[in-house]
């Protein structure tokens, strides 16, 4: 199975173990809406979303939005997607491999974009703490991709060399993030991207994180 090499894997949190698209795309349609945006489809979104989140909105208005824009959008759609994230819940099979993962006498940690104060009270709310040795959301501007948060997590994760690293993620930034810090990466297509965006990452891509997590230990083999 491989698992004995696998020193560690590095969970993505929105779109990857939890389950937040429908409310990504509510929120998303309603911070759209407070600047005039007509709504997008999720095909749409998944189709065009990147990080930077600017950058994703220059590829809808066909320009950056304004720095005055920018603070209402990003300010719109989290007070509507922390409202709406209290209702969603894990991926399917996500809190089985956590545990599974934990039971076989490995490690596993999370690195998100969501930010910290707002991660960890939910992480806990699911009961899933536990399974992690260490738990990093955002601290600071959300206007930036995963790279240096990448960098910071692993740096907290002494005696775990990159290249034991899996990260496991719903977005091509998760690869590129992966990339940055020396570790490999599986991108999963139940969150932010469609299959054909991610597959341009050129990392694997499964649909379910199940596939992910034996994608995971297939490269442990490598």
Request: charged share 25%; glycine share 8%.
């Amino acid at each position: 199975m491989g698992k004995n090499h696998v020193t560690h894997l590095v969970w993505d949190w929105n779109g990857t173990l939890f389950h937040d698209i429908d409310a990504v795309i509510s929120a998303t349609n309603a911070s759209f809406g407070e600047v005039g945006l007509p709504p997008i489809t999720l095909e749409r979104y998944r189709d065009l979303y990147c990080v930077p989140v600017p950058r994703f909105y220059e590829r809808l208005m066909g320009r950056l939005p304004t720095d005055e824009e920018w603070v209402v959008m990003d300010e719109a759609f989290h007070r509507h997607y922390w409202a709406l994230a209290e209702s969603a819940g894990l991926a399917i099979g996500a809190r089985q491999l956590l545990v599974e993962w934990q039971e076989a006498g490995l490690t596993q940690s999370l690195c998100s974009l969501a930010p910290h104060e707002h991660l960890v009270p939910l992480v806990r709310t699911h009961g899933i703490e536990r399974h992690f040795v260490r738990v990093d959301g955002r601290v600071g501007q959300s206007n930036t991709g995963k790279a240096e948060q990448m960098m910071r997590h692993i740096a907290e994760l002494e005696g775990v060399p990159p290249q034991r690293m899996v990260v496991i993620g719903d977005a091509v930034d998760d690869a590129l993030a992966a990339r940055h810090v020396g570790a490999r990466a599986v991108l999963y297509t139940g969150g932010s991207h469609s299959r054909v965006s991610l597959e341009a990452a050129g990392v694997p891509v499964v649909d379910t994180l199940e596939e992910a997590v034996r994608e995971a230990e297939r490269m442990a083999d490598e």
